[in-house]
């Protein structure tokens, strides 16, 4: 395969993932400035929305306050964050153009429509809460579909394998950020844990990785933090925890490797990062800081990115 076609493949599905992300982080978000200011505190939730998406410092030099109408305005539909919901789309539209022979036409036609929905339907934005939820519900079907297409249509060849890396890379830095805001940013140095704040925080911060009734499923527990953690981080079983993007980026990137002949070292710092999650405990992350195991987490994952870069997208 071609550098630039499995370059473009490895873009789409990670701009495809972005896009949900950033519509379940602005609904869970919803969720919570939804209750009454008895529940949520002081915080500003909107501030934590922009943190997760790694754009708060960009975000600022447009706008002077993090509030409901400017942070939905420049995570959904800014033209000058380039990682705006719509830029999403429009971003994976154009990847997909590039490689439409290696997609399947289902594939195809689920980015195409919603490009042509977002252009002929939500050019303008939002204007109501109604037309937000139905926007959010959009791209998250969007995302869902073509998840679904992909895994039920195209070959288990090389443009397969290039495509789920990258749904896998970008999945395991927003589970990651997400978890990271909670525990260094989102709850107040005077807010006790287990708290009606931190019990609405949390389960927010499960809704926006699709998480909360799986938590019950495994632990039967009301919302614990060091339970939550040990879900979203160690618990393979979980698709969006950082086990189990692991376990899938290394088995893409052997499928790789057995197909092209040989292994790099994109192969082998996937194993790094998988081995260490593998033999890691809740006790010793904790002990050693969730703060500084995640930072340091999403570090390896973003080195990881430019090692697929450098060994085969370049």
Not at 104 to 129: F, H, P, Y
Not at 156 to 177: C, I, K, P
Not at 230 to 250: E, F, H, K, M, W
């Amino acid at each position: 395969m071609l550098s630039r076609t499995a370059e473009n493949l490895y873009w789409l599905a990670r701009y495809v993932e972005r896009a949900e992300y950033l519509a379940r982080t602005i609904d869970a978000t919803l969720r919570v400035t939804a209750l009454p200011a008895a529940y949520i505190g002081k915080t500003n939730e909107w501030d934590s929305a922009l943190l997760t998406a790694g754009v708060a410092a960009s975000f600022y030099q447009t706008y002077e306050e993090a509030n409901e109408h400017n942070v939905v305005d420049y995570l959904s539909f800014s033209v000058d964050n380039p990682s705006s919901i719509r830029n999403c789309i429009e971003a994976a539209r154009l990847n997909s153009r590039s490689v439409r022979t290696a997609l399947t036409s289902e594939m195809w036609d689920t980015i195409n429509s919603a490009w042509i929905e977002l252009q002929a339907v939500w050019s303008k934005g939002t204007s109501t809460r109604e037309d937000l939820a139905k926007f959010l519900r959009f791209v998250q079907e969007t995302s869902l579909r073509f998840d679904g297409s992909a895994y039920r249509t195209m070959l288990r060849n090389d443009a397969y394998w290039f495509s789920r890396m990258g749904v896998h890379l970008e999945r395991a830095d927003n589970t990651a950020r997400i978890l990271d805001v909670k525990y260094h940013v989102l709850l107040p140095e005077e807010e006790h844990v287990g708290g009606p704040l931190d019990f609405y925080q949390w389960s927010s911060i499960l809704r926006s990785v699709s998480a909360l009734t799986a938590y019950h499923w495994v632990y039967r527990e009301t919302l614990k933090p060091w339970l939550i953690a040990d879900l979203l981080i160690l618990n393979d079983t979980l698709p969006r925890s950082l086990a189990s993007c692991y376990g899938n980026l290394v088995r893409n990137l052997d499928q790789i490797g057995v197909a092209y002949g040989r292994q790099g070292a994109a192969q082998r710092h996937a194993r790094g990062i998988r081995n260490r999650l593998e033999h890691s405990n809740m006790n010793d992350i904790f002990q050693h800081g969730v703060h500084e195991f995640i930072q340091e987490f999403i570090t390896d994952n973003s080195r990881l990115g430019e090692i697929i870069t450098k060994q085969y997208l370049i």
